[in-house]
């Protein structure tokens, strides 16, 4: 996927891997990205009688202009490939602040 194209950081929690740029937005707030994403995937595979584990690679990156530098998406998943690329930066209405759970939606609801 994506990670050849930049070194990027990384951490997992029990659904999800984290990559996300040093020194950025996300990185700051990596624990609570990661505290909404798990609350986020057990209320949605609940909703949507999902029962088994499954693990996908979210992919945060400070801009638009960045995803595309890198030929990535820009808030979008790739539900067959496990990921999403997602925009995550201080404006104060960046969608993955507000509205976490959008991709992670797709993302489930794939199986």
């Known amino acids: 996927m994506y990670d050849?194209?930049?070194n990027w950081k990384s951490c997992e929690s029990k659904h999800y891997i984290y990559k996300y740029f040093p020194d950025s937005e996300a990185e700051k707030d990596i624990k609570d990205i990661i505290e909404k994403r798990e609350?986020?995937?057990k209320k949605i595979s609940?909703?949507?009688?999902i029962d088994k584990d499954k693990k996908f690679i979210l992919?945060?990156?400070p801009s638009?202009?960045?995803c595309h530098s890198l030929e990535m998406m820009a808030d979008a998943s790739v539900p067959h490939?496990?990921?999403?690329?997602l925009v995550y930066n201080n404006y104060p209405f960046c969608r993955e602040k507000i509205g976490y759970g959008h991709e992670i939606v797709h993302?489930?609801?794939y199986y």
């Open 4 to 6: 050849t194209k930049f």
């Open 39 to 41: 609350a986020a995937y």
């Open 46 to 49: 609940n909703f949507l009688g």
């Open 59 to 61: 992919y945060f990156a």
């Open 64 to 66: 638009r202009e960045i």
């Open 81 to 85: 490939k496990r990921f999403a690329s």
């Open 107 to 109: 993302l489930l609801a």
